[in-house]
C-alpha cells in the first residue's frame, strides 16, 4: 500500500522564535492553545497520551513520544492511536526571520493507517493540522504586542 504525501504547512508568525517555542514546549502555554495535552515535555523519550476524536462517540486514544528535539528549532514527535495500526510523526520547525518566525509543521504517515476508517484518512490530517497551525499563529500573535 502506497502511503500519502506528507502533510507540510507553512506560516509566518508575528511571533519572535522563542515565544513561539516556549507555545510549543511550556506546557502551561501549550494548554492555552492546545487544551487537549494533559502534559508536555520537550525531552526525548517523553510520552502523552489523550483522547481525541472528531465526535463525544468516536474519540481515538492518542500516543505521542518526543523523538527529537533542537532547542528553540525543531521538536518532532510520534502521533500514533491505540490499539490501532499505523504510525506517523509530527515535526514543527521554526526558523527565526526577525520579529517573526517561519513554522513549518509536517507529519508524515510511516506506517498506513486502516483505510476502511474515514476518521484517519489523510484529508483528515490535512484538516486538523491546518487548524492547530493557525491556532498557534493566534496564540503567539495574541502574546505579542
Known sequence: MQLPPPVVIHRTLNAPADLVWRALTDISLLKQWLSFFPDFKAEVGFETRFALGPSEDRQYEHICQVTEVEEGRKLTYSWR????????????????????????????????????????AAEGFVTGWTYTADALKSFVESQTG
Do not use: C, W
Open 81 to 120: 492511536f491505540k490499539d490501532i495500526a499505523g504510525d506517523s510523526y509530527v515535526t514543527f520547525e521554526l526558523e527565526a526571520q526577525g520579529e517573526q518566525t517561519l513554522l513549518t509543521l509536517t507529519h508524515r504517515i510511516t506506517e498506513a493507517f486502516p483505510s476502511d476508517n474515514p476518521d484517519l
